[in-house]
């Protein structure tokens, strides 16, 4: 025990001594702790094969509705005067609906209520409207040595003054007029005269007949042209700005009845992914980005131009015009220096076994009438409810002999139009079943070359709704 109490004495002395150099150390100690807790810990072999993302990518990852839509490198918004996008959860002024909207029906619904600004001012002036198809969109007509014999190879008949007078005559005011540009340009995508005087002149016919009329670039969609993937990205803005600027300058006088559209049906041909879409696959991804940058290529394009383009309604449309890409949050309109002049355009044949495939079924019903209503709604709710107009640039029913249900079906799509205002423009080919064997696509409604309405029942459908 003296032993120990010797030692515990001892002890006793050393610690009262240094006391303070104990507990400055302690204190020392602690500091450092604190300080090496609040680092990052060191990376382990593994985790620095790949660079760390900084504290803005991290950010930048947890919002995914923004990310898919970003170019890699985004453009920054004008410092002077920046344009909000169009669609926007907190707009920067609150929406104003028309006062009368909830009252009008529509045999039996409600019309849903629609902003009150100049777009909408502008498209509720559209009643029917119909495809000029197959004419000037023919395209790779190689046995052909005429180039102005494309307007009729593959619907066997020129376009007539008779024909756009019977249209206006049955009810339509819009007229969609899509052409193909690839055959008639030369090595620098300089648009041949003939063909681009050509198509003038039935523009100007039907802006004279106070149409809408709309002209795009349609079967366009090829590698040497316009293809949207990031590999072909370069070549896809020099087709896109060189063709655009020779038609906006071409038409920038011309009335805001003529509407520009940027591509037809823009997806990645000859591949898996055609006629399919998913923001989770890469390839589409980059399929989604590169076609963000071709539709604010053509935006800048067009307004660069002046004139009556400054502020000219344009369409845009998603991948392969699906309406459920638009309708997704993750899709984002191209920043524009005018103020409500987009317009969303989306092609609905729905569903396609029914309005598509000639040898799929023949009825339409209750089914065939939800999904199609599904594709109105979440249309309206995306961007009509958000201040934003959107057009059907294509829609109809191949002729199977089965008239009376193709009547149903005009008739139900003509009713979502008007409670919905998303004007219509049916797909007319020119082609005809008179035998009512369902052997091809056959949407032909007036006859091209001499005016005659062949399907008056179907005309009727479509255009009676827009007589009320």
Same mark, same amino acid.
């Given at each position: 025990?003296?032993?120990?109490?010797?030692?515990?004495?001892?002890?006793? !002395?050393?610690?009262?001594?240094?006391?303070?150099?104990?507990?400055?150390?302690?204190?020392?100690?602690?500091?450092?702790?604190?300080?090496?807790? #609040?680092?990052?810990?060191?990376?382990?072999?593994?985790?620095?094969?790949?660079?760390?993302?900084?504290?803005? #990518?991290?950010?930048?990852?947890?919002?995914?509705?923004?990310?898919? +839509?970003?170019?890699?490198?985004?453009?920054?918004?004008?410092?002077?005067?920046?344009?909000?996008?169009? +669609?926007?959860?907190?707009?920067?002024?609150?929406?104003?609906?028309?006062?009368?909207?909830?009252?009008?029906?529509?045999?039996?619904?409600?019309?849903?209520?629609?902003?009150? &600004?100049?777009? $909408?001012?502008?498209?509720?002036?559209?009643?029917?409207?119909?495809?000029?198809?197959?004419? $000037? *969109?023919?395209?790779? /007509?190689? !046995?052909?040595?005429?180039?102005?014999?494309?307007?009729?190879?593959?619907?066997?008949?020129?376009?007539?003054?008779?024909?756009?007078?019977?249209? /206006?005559?049955?009810?339509?005011?819009?007229?969609?007029?899509?052409?193909? !540009? @690839?055959?008639?340009?030369?090595?620098?995508?300089?648009?041949?005269?003939?063909?681009?005087?050509?198509?003038?002149?039935?523009?100007?016919?039907?802006?004279?007949?106070?149409?809408?009329?709309?002209?795009?670039?349609?079967?366009?969609?090829?590698?040497?042209?316009?293809?949207? *993937?990031?590999?072909?990205?370069?070549?896809?803005?020099?087709?896109?700005?060189? +063709? !655009?600027?020779?038609?906006?300058? @071409?038409?920038?006088?011309?009335?805001?009845?003529?509407?520009?559209? /940027?591509?037809?049906?823009?997806?990645?041909?000859?591949?898996?992914?055609?006629?399919?879409?998913?923001?989770?696959?890469?390839?589409?991804?980059?399929?989604?980005?590169?076609?963000?940058?071709? &539709?604010?290529?053509?935006?800048?394009?067009?307004?660069?131009?002046?004139?009556?383009?400054?502020?000219?309604?344009?369409?845009?449309?998603?991948?392969?015009?699906?309406?459920?890409?638009?309708?997704?949050?993750?899709?984002?309109?191209?920043?524009?220096?005018?103020?409500?002049?987009?317009?969303?355009?989306?092609?609905?044949?729905?569903?396609?076994? $029914?309005?598509?495939?000639?040898?799929?079924?023949? @009825?339409?019903?209750?089914?065939?009438?939800? %999904? &199609?209503?599904?594709? $109105?709604?979440?249309?309206?709710?995306?961007?009509?409810?958000?201040?934003?107009? +959107?057009?059907?640039?294509?829609?109809?029913?191949?002729?199977?002999?089965?008239?009376?249900?193709?009547?149903?079906?005009?008739?139900?799509?003509?009713?979502?139009?008007?409670?919905?205002?998303?004007?219509?423009?049916?797909?007319?080919? &020119?082609?005809?079943?008179?035998?009512?064997?369902?052997?091809? %696509?056959?949407?032909?409604?007036?006859?091209?070359?001499?005016?005659?309405?062949?399907?008056?029942?179907?005309?009727?459908?479509?255009?009676?709704?827009?007589?009320?």
């Amino acid at each position: 025990m003296v032993k120990y109490t010797v030692f515990y004495k001892y002890a006793r !002395w050393l610690i009262m001594k240094y006391k303070m150099l104990i507990v400055l150390s302690v204190f020392v100690l602690a500091l450092a702790g604190c300080g090496k807790s #609040q680092e990052d810990p060191a990376p382990s072999p593994a985790e620095t094969a790949e660079v760390q993302p900084s504290e803005d #990518q991290t950010a930048d990852d947890q919002n995914a509705d923004t990310e898919e +839509v970003q170019d890699e490198e985004p453009s920054p918004e004008p410092v002077e005067e920046p344009s909000p996008e169009p +669609v926007s959860d907190e707009p920067d002024e609150p929406l104003t609906f028309i006062t009368d909207a909830g009252t009008t029906t529509i045999n039996g619904y409600t019309v849903k209520p629609i902003p009150d &600004n100049s777009a $909408f001012e502008y498209v509720t002036g559209m009643r029917a409207g119909i495809n000029l198809g197959n004419a $000037f *969109d023919a395209n790779d /007509c190689d !046995w052909l040595t005429d180039e102005m014999a494309y307007e009729s190879a593959w619907c066997r008949a020129r376009t007539t003054y008779t024909f756009i007078d019977s249209l /206006c005559d049955e009810g339509f005011n819009v007229i969609r007029i899509p052409v193909s !540009w @690839h055959d008639h340009v030369d090595a620098d995508y300089q648009i041949s005269e003939p063909w681009l005087d050509r198509v003038t002149e039935i523009v100007d016919y039907c802006l004279s007949k106070d149409m809408y009329v709309i002209i795009n670039v349609h079967h366009d969609v090829k590698k040497d042209y316009f293809y949207p *993937d990031s590999a072909h990205l370069d070549n896809t803005l020099k087709y896109t700005e060189t +063709v !655009w600027q020779q038609l906006a300058e @071409h038409f920038k006088d011309r009335s805001n009845k003529l509407i520009f559209e /940027c591509i037809n049906e823009p997806r990645l041909r000859d591949t898996s992914y055609e006629w399919w879409f998913s923001t989770v696959d890469d390839t589409v991804r980059d399929s989604y980005k590169a076609l963000a940058e071709a &539709n604010q290529a053509f935006v800048d394009t067009v307004r660069a131009t002046g004139g009556n383009n400054a502020d000219r309604f344009l369409m845009v449309c998603g991948y392969c015009n699906m309406p459920s890409v638009v309708a997704s949050d993750d899709y984002q309109l191209p920043r524009d220096t005018a103020k409500d002049r987009l317009i969303v355009t989306v092609h609905v044949y729905m569903p396609y076994t $029914f309005a598509g495939d000639a040898t799929g079924t023949t @009825h339409f019903g209750a089914g065939e009438e939800r %999904e &199609n209503k599904q594709v $109105f709604s979440s249309l309206y709710d995306r961007f009509v409810a958000n201040g934003v107009p +959107v057009i059907i640039g294509e829609y109809g029913a191949t002729d199977k002999g089965n008239d009376e249900d193709r009547v149903a079906y005009y008739q139900y799509m003509g009713e979502c139009s008007a409670l919905y205002t998303i004007p219509l423009i049916v797909w007319d080919n &020119n082609e005809f079943n008179n035998s009512g064997t369902p052997q091809a %696509e056959k949407f032909g409604l007036i006859d091209r070359a001499t005016g005659n309405v062949i399907e008056q029942e179907c005309i009727d459908a479509i255009t009676d709704v827009y007589k009320n």
